[in-house]
């Protein structure tokens, strides 16, 4: 199961076993200063996310880089059943490798509150 936890002024991703294959990283650090919003989903996104690097096992798993055709770079693991974190980036512009986290997560809420705690400090 991917493990998001805030430490510092940092979110830290992990992928572990063959999640980090799929991914191609077994880490993500995020600058908190880099997140311009952050929302919880109740579920499974189901729009598209466009052409990826990873793995997708329809209707229940997401894993993997995506690349919309209109530009936007995810890093996703989305399980069915799930809270989702959404998560927007300043941008590859500004210096990020994505645009957007989609991340499952069963304490997604209290993630989310956490990191607007630090954006709003």
């Not at 512009?93 to 986290?101: P, T």
Request: overall charge positive; some cysteine.
């Amino acid at each position: 199961m991917t493990e998001v936890r805030l430490e510092g002024a940092e979110l830290h991703v992990e992928f572990p076993g063959w999640e980090s294959m799929m991914t191609g990283r077994h880490a993500a650090a995020i600058a908190v200063a880099a997140i311009v919003r952050v929302e919880v989903l109740p579920g499974w996104t189901s729009e598209v996310l466009g052409v990826r690097s990873g793995l997708v096992v329809s209707g229940y798993r997401k894993l993997g880089t995506f690349i919309h055709p209109a530009g936007m770079k995810r890093l996703v693991s989305m399980r069915r059943g799930e809270p989702v974190l959404r998560i927007s980036l300043s941008g590859r512009r500004a210096g990020c490798e994505f645009d957007e986290l989609l991340l499952s997560h069963p304490d997604a809420t209290a993630i989310a509150d956490g990191i607007t705690r630090r954006i709003a400090a």
